[in-house]
């Protein structure tokens, strides 16, 4: 079966340092990664997906980048974090399957910028 | 990104009603879907539809893909007090994109 991880759980990071968070997908192969960040209260807002190695869109202009150096492995990054980043970032998989997708979520990481 | 119109963003209820939150949005999905989050866990699908008109149960739930493609609603049925947490409409565009409404954020007093 699939499994999606995602680290770490909760992140305390300064203004102006750098972010990685990972997340990697396990029992699928060529899997459309993506990453969303839910801001406190509100509905997850779509930032990059990937559809392979190396293919990134990026939905919304914003501090972070995102890569995916491995089929099953999507990194989120920053150079110098904002206090605007603070959130619950949230990576999720689909495929393709016999009735169209369905997105599926790791357990997110709750990021704290101060 | 695509705009979901997601209402209402909150309800308090009684053990035992019924509840019904809907989606509506001015693109056509390809997919709707349904989530639940529980409080710090990543969203949870309930239901997936995929043509137009489509009816889902899962136990209590039942939701229905629009006709017009533009809309979807999520019913529960006796709820419970597990029933508590943000449930998300999605709607899936272009085989790679979901975008999700803003949440309904349900209560149920036992």
């Known amino acids: 079966s699939q499994t999606i991880h995602q680290w770490p759980a909760t992140l305390v990071q300064p203004v102006g340092s750098p972010l990685s968070l990972e997340c990697t997908v396990e029992?699928?192969?060529?899997?459309?990664l993506y990453w969303y960040r839910q801001a406190a209260g509100r509905g997850l807002q779509l930032l990059f997906y990937?559809?392979?190695?190396?293919?990134i869109s990026s939905e919304v202009p914003q501090n972070l980048s995102a890569s995916r150096p491995q089929d099953r492995q999507f990194i989120l990054s920053s150079k110098k974090l904002l206090l605007s980043d603070s959130g619950f970032y949230l990576c999720?998989?689909?495929?393709?399957?016999?009735?169209?997708?369905?997105?599926?979520f790791g357990q997110g990481t709750r990021l704290t910028v101060v | 990104g695509q705009q979901l119109n997601q209402s209402p963003q909150s309800m308090f209820i009684q053990e035992g009603e019924d509840v019904s939150m809907n989606c509506t949005s001015s693109?056509?999905?390809?997919?709707w879907l349904w989530y639940k989050q529980d409080p710090g866990e990543g969203p949870v699908l309930l239901i997936a539809?995929?043509?137009?008109?489509e009816l889902t149960s899962n136990g209590r739930l039942t939701a229905q893909f629009g006709i017009t493609r533009k809309d979807s609603f999520l019913n529960i049925s006796a709820s419970i007090p597990s029933d508590v947490g943000i449930y998300f409409c999605?709607?899936?565009?272009?085989?790679?994109?979901?975008?999700f409404g803003s949440g309904t954020k349900l209560n149920v007093k036992p």
């Open positions: 999605a709607g899936q565009l272009n085989f790679n994109k979901f975008y």
């Open positions: 999720a998989w689909s495929v393709l399957g016999p009735r169209n997708t369905e997105a599926f």
């Open positions: 693109s056509i999905f390809n997919t």
């Open positions: 990937s559809v392979g190695i190396g293919q």
């Open positions: 539809l995929y043509k137009a008109g």
């Open positions: 029992g699928t192969s060529n899997p459309n």
